[in-house]
């Protein structure tokens, strides 16, 4: 049985296999953790980018929107991509998580260099590995908001009273252990952010990715929603990572970086919003 979600800001699309289960002994690691030059081995390393090059034709010219990205994102961090749009914030993200592979350079998450593997692999890792948060939601609506959770257990083989048990579980911790049986379109923003966040992190995701995820928000629900992120992240110890232009948000990070000219620079605390 083949399940198709197409999710339409962005065109991000997300599908799986029941039949298939991923298994990280198939993906070879093209290059040891040693091998990356200027990149130390460390357990605690989550995400590693290495000499990361993506660029787009626009009619004859090329636009580059990463140019010789190197950094690490440690384990359990909060990381904060800033920068003005088009500057190429979810392009990163799309790289980070699966969705789009690099011209050049690496991408390792996890210890699994994802940057060459097949689009069917790419899918397989991202199902177990990576969850997202989108600022537009993303829910199903015509689900409710447990079948909604229940959607992404059940992709990765997770069932029965197994999924009802951490279903329970998520809706509490997000505040909404009353609305299983709510449908998106009877929610709050507010709300139906929590229910994306519990989608999120069902499957106990290494890396959390959030494009904007407070950008349909209040300031209040706002930085609710992002302290919820944050105590959440940090109880999973997933590596948080949210594009996002705005300095209020960065500052709840971590650590925040600015990409700029295809360049990502890692900022100290304060400064200007963009």
């Known amino acids: 049985m083949r399940i198709v979600l197409v999710l339409r800001q962005r065109k991000f699309i997300y599908f799986g296999r029941y039949r298939h289960r991923f298994d990280l002994s198939r993906l070879q690691l093209r290059t040891s953790h040693a091998e990356i030059e200027g990149m130390p081995e460390s357990n605690e390393i989550e995400i590693r980018l290495h000499h990361l090059r993506r660029s787009f034709y626009e009619g004859r010219r090329e636009r580059v929107v990463l140019d010789d990205v190197c950094v690490e994102f ?8 800033r920068g003005r749009s088009g500057s190429g914030k ?16 690496q991408v390792i998450v996890s210890g699994v260099d994802i940057s060459d593997l097949s689009e069917r692999d790419r899918t397989l890792f991202r199902r177990q590995h990576i969850g997202f948060v989108y600022q537009a939601f993303n829910l199903i609506p015509t689900l409710s908001v447990a079948d909604n959770i229940r959607f992404v257990l059940e992709l990765n083989q997770v069932k029965g009273q197994a999924a009802a048990q951490r279903i329970d579980e998520l809706l509490v911790a997000v505040g909404l252990g009353d609305r299983a049986d709510s449908f998106p379109d009877v929610l709050s923003g507010g709300e139906q952010q929590r229910v994306a966040i519990a989608r999120a992190l069902c499957h106990a995701p290494s ?21 919820l992120l944050n105590e959440l992240v940090r109880q999973n110890g997933s590596t948080l990572l949210i594009a996002t232009h705005s300095l209020r948000v960065a500052t709840s990070c971590d650590r925040t970086f600015e990409l700029h000219g295809g360049r990502l620079e890692e900022l100290s605390s304060g400064g200007d919003d963009a």
């Open 207 to 227: 890396v959390l990715i959030a494009d904007e995820p407070t950008g349909n928000l209040d300031d209040g629900t706002a930085d609710t929603i992002l302290g």
């Open 74 to 81: 440690g384990r359990g961090e909060s990381i904060a991509i």
């Open 90 to 105: 979810s392009t990163l993200l799309n790289l980070i998580g699966a969705i789009d592979a690099p011209d050049a350079g």
